[in-house]
C-alpha cells in the first residue's frame, strides 16, 4: 500500500516536471537550459521554468516580441532568437530578464525596433547579436533610437555584420560607451563620416572587412583616428588605387602596427594594379604629380598651336581681300549709290508730308 502511495507521488513529481516544460520544447533542469528548436512556434511559449538561464527558440516562425514575451525569467543569462522571421521589438521586451547578458537575434527580419527595445533593467547586458537581423537598410533608423534609448552602458560586443548597411547614422554607437568589440563586415559601406563612431574610446576591434570602401577619405581617418585602442580589419572591399588613395595609403603606412590584415590590403581596381599590395602604393608608383605636370605641359602646348591657327587662317582672309580688292572697290560704289538713292526718295516723301497743302491736296483729288 505505501508502495502505491509512493509510486503516485512520484508519478505527480514527474508529471509536474512535464507540465513545467512547454510543449514543443526540451527541458534540462540539471543544465538550467530550455531548447524550443525548428518547431514551427508563432509565438514565445508560455509556462518556461524559472530555473532557466540558457534558453534557446530558434529556427521558428516568430514575428513579434513584447513585453509578455518573457515573464518571470530572471535567471536567463544567455537567450537566442536566431533564425526566426521577428520583425517588431516592442519597448521594454527584456525589461524581466534582469539577468541577461547575451541576446542574439540574428537571422531575423527587423523593420520596426521600438526606441527602448533592448533596455534591460539591471543593465546586465554584455553581448547583442544582431547579424543579418535588419530587413532592410531602412530599419538602421530605429536601431540607432534603440541603441541610444536601451541604456545600454555596458554592452561590450556588438554584431551588426551581414546587413546590408549602406552608411551609418551620425552618433550611432555614442552611447555604447563600454563596448570593446564592434563587427561591421559583409555590408555595404562605401565610407566612414564625421561622428559615426564617436563615443566609442574603449573599443578594442573593429572588424569592417567586406565593405565598398573605394578608399578612406581625410574624415574617415580621422574617426579611425579617434579610437586610439582599436585593432582594425579592413580586408576585401574594392580599394581603387588612383590618385586620390594617396592620403589613405600614407595613413596605412603610419597605421601598420594597428591594421591586423595590413599585409593583405590590395588594389580591386584599376585592372592594372588588380592584387598590387596597398601598402606599396606610395607617391613613386602612382606618379600622381608627374602626371600633373605633364598635363600642365599639354595644356600649355595645345594654347600655343590654337594660337598658330588662329593667325594662319585670318592671314588667308587678309590674302583673300587682297585678291579680291577690285570687285570689292566696285561693290562698294554700287552700295554707296543705292543708298543715296533711297536716301534722296525719302528726302522728297518727307517734303511731301510735311507741307499740309500739298496733303490736302492729295487728299481732295482722292475724293
Ligand atoms: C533563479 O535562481 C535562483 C537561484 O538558483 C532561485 O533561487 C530562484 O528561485 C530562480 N528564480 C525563479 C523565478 O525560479
Ligand atoms: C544585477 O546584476 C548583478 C551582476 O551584474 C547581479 O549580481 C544582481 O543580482 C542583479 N540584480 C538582479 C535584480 O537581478
Ligand atoms: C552564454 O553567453 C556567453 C557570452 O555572454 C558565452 O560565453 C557562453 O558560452 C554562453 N553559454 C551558452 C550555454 O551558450
Ligand atoms: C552572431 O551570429 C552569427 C550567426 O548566427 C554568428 O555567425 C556570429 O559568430 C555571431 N557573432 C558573435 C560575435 O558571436
Ligand atoms: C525597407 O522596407 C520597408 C518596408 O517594407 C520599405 O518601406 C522601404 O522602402 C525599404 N527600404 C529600402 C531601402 O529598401
Ligand atoms: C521606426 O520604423 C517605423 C516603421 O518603419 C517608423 O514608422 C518609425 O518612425 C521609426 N521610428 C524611429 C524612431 O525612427
Ligand atoms: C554576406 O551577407 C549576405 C546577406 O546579407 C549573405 O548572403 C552572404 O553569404 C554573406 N557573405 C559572407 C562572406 O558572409
Ligand atoms: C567633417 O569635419 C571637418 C572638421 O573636423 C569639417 O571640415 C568637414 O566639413 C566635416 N564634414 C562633414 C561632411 O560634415
Ligand atoms: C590576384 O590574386 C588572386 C588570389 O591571390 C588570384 O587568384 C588572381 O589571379 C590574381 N589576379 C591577378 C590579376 O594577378
Ligand atoms: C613608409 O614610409 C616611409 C617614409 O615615408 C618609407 O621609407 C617606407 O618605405 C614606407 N613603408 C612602406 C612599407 O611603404
Redesign the pocket.
Known amino acids: 500500500m505505501l508502495d502505491l502511495t509512493q509510486r503516485i507521488v512520484f508519478c505527480a513529481l514527474l508529471a509536474s516536471v512535464y507540465a513545467s516544460c512547454p510543449p514543443r520544447c526540451e527541458c534540462s533542469e540539471a543544465a538550467h537550459t530550455v531548447k524550443c528548436v525548428s518547431k514551427d512556434l508563432q509565438s514565445i511559449p508560455t509556462g518556461i521554468p524559472g530555473y532557466t538561464r540558457n534558453l534557446f527558440i530558434t529556427g521558428n516562425q516568430i514575428s513579434r516580441l513584447g513585453p509578455e514575451s518573457f515573464k518571470g525569467l530572471e535567471n536567463v543569462t544567455n537567450l537566442s532568437l536566431s533564425n526566426n522571421r521577428i520583425s517588431e521589438v516592442e519597448s521594454l521586451t527584456f525589461k524581466g530578464l534582469h539577468s541577461l547578458r547575451s541576446l542574439d537575434l540574428s537571422n531575423n527580419q527587423l523593420a520596426v525596433i521600438h526606441p527602448e527595445a533592448f533596455a534591460v533593467l539591471n543593465q546586465s547586458l554584455r553581448e547583442l547579436n544582431l547579424s543579418r537581423a535588419l530587413y532592410n537598410h531602412s530599419a538602421v533608423t530605429n536601431l540607432s533610437t534603440a541603441l541610444r534609448w536601451s541604456s545600454l552602458e555596458t554592452l561590450r560586443g556588438l554584431d551588426l555584420s551581414d546587413n546590408s548597411l549602406i552608411f551609418l547614422p551620425p552618433r550611432i554607437f555614442s552611447y555604447l560607451s563600454s563596448l570593446r568589440r564592434l563587427r561591421l563586415s559583409n555590408n555595404s559601406l562605401v565610407a566612414i563620416?564625421?561622428s559615426t563612431l564617436s563615443g566609442l574610446e574603449q573599443l578594442e576591434v573593429l572588424d569592417l572587412t567586406l565593405n565598398a570602401l573605394k578608399t578612406l577619405s581625410e574624415?574617415g581617418l580621422?574617426e579611425l583616428d579617434s579610437l586610439p585602442r582599436a585593432a582594425l580589419l579592413l580586408g576585401e572591399n574594392p580599394f581603387t588605387c588612383t590618385c586620390g588613395i594617396e592620403p589613405f595609403a600614407q595613413w596605412l603606412n603610419r597605421s601598420q602596427n594597428r591594421i591586423r590584415d595590413v599585409e593583405s590590403l590590395t588594389c580591386a581596381f584599376p585592372a592594372s594594379m588588380r592584387n598590387t599590395s596597398l601598402l606599396a602604393m606610395g607617391t613613386m608608383t602612382l606618379g600622381c604629380h608627374e602626371r600633373d605636370a605633364a598635363a600642365d605641359l599639354a595644356l600649355q602646348t595645345s594654347y600655343v598651336f590654337l594660337g598658330i591657327v588662329l593667325g594662319f587662317i585670318g592671314l588667308i582672309f587678309l590674302f583673300v581681300l587682297y585678291l579680291n580688292r577690285k570687285g570689292i572697290k566696285k561693290r562698294i560704289y554700287d552700295m554707296r549709290d543705292a543708298c543715296r538713292e533711297v536716301w534722296e526718295g525719302y528726302h522728297y516723301r518727307f517734303e511731301m508730308d510735311s507741307d499740309p497743302r500739298l496733303s490736302q491736296v492729295s487728299n481732295s483729288a482722292d475724293v
Do not use: D, F
Request: hydrophobic share 0%; charged share 25%.
Open positions: 563620416q564625421n574624415e580621422q
